[in-house]
């Protein structure tokens, strides 16, 4: 079975600090894991996804996300974090067996301040 | 208008009111699901349909009936519901159900409330 965990439902950094949010994952098979971001009042945005090319995934505004096989994670970074960068975070793995089914995690919130 | 869109985006309903959630995709996509946001709780996909037929239905209780008349728009009926039943209902389309891969566009969301 297929899930996905998020460490830290909440996470506060300093306008221009490196942002690092974390995503630990659990497959039987290969996985595909995105991570998306949910702005308030919005719905949820695809940031990147890893699809078993190249390990490091660059996505848009600036973040990006490594695959670890061997420690089954896939981290969300940002060097320098802006205050727009505020919004909730979702990482999920998408089960290749039955159909286009995503699993996804509790969600991190990112507060960053000025 | 672009994207995936739904209607109304608020919507606040007694228990034995019947309503109806509306999602329309505008993207060209072939399949549609609909999920379950609760606060403090991962995402939970309640049904998937591709080319207009449910291939997923998630052990979701028979006061959610799912509805999909064509490709582009999809229906959620509810009736008898449950306070616990409030949240944030989203919808969701991509390309086709059966690429692992394939990206989910989300819409803004129905913001639930059952009183």
């Known amino acids: 079975a297929q899930s996905v965990t998020q460490l830290g439902s909440h996470v506060s950094v300093s306008e221009g600090a490196l942002v690092l949010l974390r995503c630990n994952y659990s497959?039987?098979?290969?996985?595909?894991l995105f991570w998306y971001v949910q702005y308030p009042n919005q719905g949820l945005q695809l940031l990147l996804k890893?699809?078993?090319?190249?390990?490091l995934v660059k996505g848009i505004n600036g973040f990006e996300a490594e695959f670890k096989k061997s420690e089954t994670s896939f981290h969300l970074t940002k060097p320098s974090a802006h205050m727009s960068d505020a919004a909730e975070y979702f990482c999920?793995?998408?089960?290749?067996?039955?159909?286009?089914?995503?699993?996804f995690g509790s969600g991190t919130k990112l507060n960053v301040k000025p | 208008e672009t994207g995936v869109t739904q209607t109304p985006r608020h919507l606040v309903m007694g228990m034995t009111n019947k309503k109806s959630l509306k999602c329309e995709q505008h993207?060209?996509?072939?399949?549609m699901y609909w999920y379950k946001q609760s606060a403090k709780k991962p995402l939970e996909l309640m049904f998937v349909?591709?080319?207009?037929?449910?291939?997923e239905n998630n052990s979701v209780p028979s006061r959610f009936s799912p509805e999909c008349p064509n490709s582009s728009h999809l229906f959620l009926h509810l009736h008898t519901l449950q306070p616990e039943d409030s949240a944030l209902y989203l919808c969701?389309?991509?390309?086709?159900?059966?690429?692992?891969?394939?990206?989910?566009?989300f819409g803004p969301g129905t913001r639930l409330t059952v009183l």
């Open positions: 969701a389309s991509s390309r086709q159900s059966s690429d692992p891969t394939d990206t989910q566009y």
């Open positions: 497959s039987s098979v290969p996985p595909y």
């Open positions: 890893y699809t078993s090319a190249a390990t």
């Open positions: 999920a793995v998408s089960d290749g067996y039955n159909f286009n089914k995503f699993y």
């Open positions: 993207l060209g996509h072939n399949a």
């Open positions: 349909y591709s080319l207009e037929e449910r291939v």
